[in-house]
């Protein structure tokens, strides 16, 4: 009876272990597929934070970018708008002083036909620096490479000047230049020299031939220093070297003209420009 009772109990454990065995792998074998499908979501998960991350400092640049071009955009606006005034500024300040009619100063010398001692040469060719804004039409700021001035008669002093101021007049500041140098050469020494230098300084100025503008009004400063356009000369010699970007040397020069010519129309103007900067610099 005892021997049959352990070999019932021998078969019992045999039947528990061959009908657990399968049950106990398959749920083995379904947690390490809910742990892998864990893991795999736990990647992916970190995987499309990381992109968002990613994807979120990218657009924090691309906004900080368009910030700096946008503040590019609007220097570059205010540029061209004071690039314009200047312009303008120069154009209103010639006509204005085209406005006063050109007369020979009472106490010049009588027109001569005799010629006149030669001077020393100024440049016949402006240089190559770009034509003003276009809302000035059909401006040309500079000669031709190798043209000379038009020669003028001995004893037509005053045509050739009045010619060369008519050109000025109309606009025409490549053949106002031209005449003025035709005039200067042919009477250095004329009695509307001072004039026709100042006015050759004008017409390269306002074309933004800067560097012969200053040339011409510090020909007429050295020869002529007690005209009557001397400090205008002196004035736009001050503009001519801050249009250089030689702001130093050029507020020198304006403040000499306040000093030297008290109370003048080139003063006020010269007090005006020197308050201007002191403004822009702030």
């Known amino acids: 009876m005892a021997r049959q009772s352990i070999i019932a109990g021998t078969l019992l454990a045999l039947a528990a272990l061959a009908w657990g065995g399968p ?146 007049r109309a606009g025409d500041y490549v053949a106002s230049a031209r005449g003025f140098k035709a005039y200067l050469d042919a009477f250095p020494g004329g009695a509307l020299a001072p004039n026709a230098l100042y006015w050759l300084g004008e017409s390269y100025y306002v074309t933004q031939n800067y560097p012969i503008a200053l040339q011409s009004f510090d020909t007429l400063l050295q020869r002529f220093p007690d005209s009557g356009k001397a400090p205008d000369a002196l004035l736009k010699r001050g503009f001519s070297q801050i249009e250089l970007g030689q702001s130093g040397p050029g507020q020198q020069t304006l403040n000499r003209v306040i000093s030297d010519y008290p109370g003048s129309d080139a003063a006020r103007l010269a007090a005006g420009k020197l308050r201007n900067l002191q403004i822009q610099s702030h």
């Open 23 to 168: 049950a106990h792998a398959e749920r083995v074998s379904l947690a390490d597929r809910v742990s892998a499908l864990e893991q795999q979501q736990a990647a992916q998960t970190g995987a499309a934070g990381q992109a968002n991350v990613e994807l979120l400092n990218r657009l924090t640049q691309l906004q900080s970018e368009v910030q700096a071009l946008r503040g590019q955009v609007e220097q570059l606006q205010n540029d061209n708008a004071a690039l314009r005034e200047g312009s303008d500024n120069r154009y209103k300040d010639l006509d204005g002083r085209l406005q006063r009619v050109e007369t020979t100063p009472a106490a010049a010398p009588p027109l001569s036909s005799a010629p006149s001692p030669r001077a020393p040469p100024l440049s016949a060719v402006p240089s190559s620096r770009p034509p003003p804004p276009s809302s000035t039409p059909g401006l040309v700021n500079r000669m031709p490479p190798g043209t000379s001035a038009p020669p003028v008669a001995a004893g037509d002093e005053r045509a050739a000047y009045d010619s060369a101021f008519a050109s000025l």
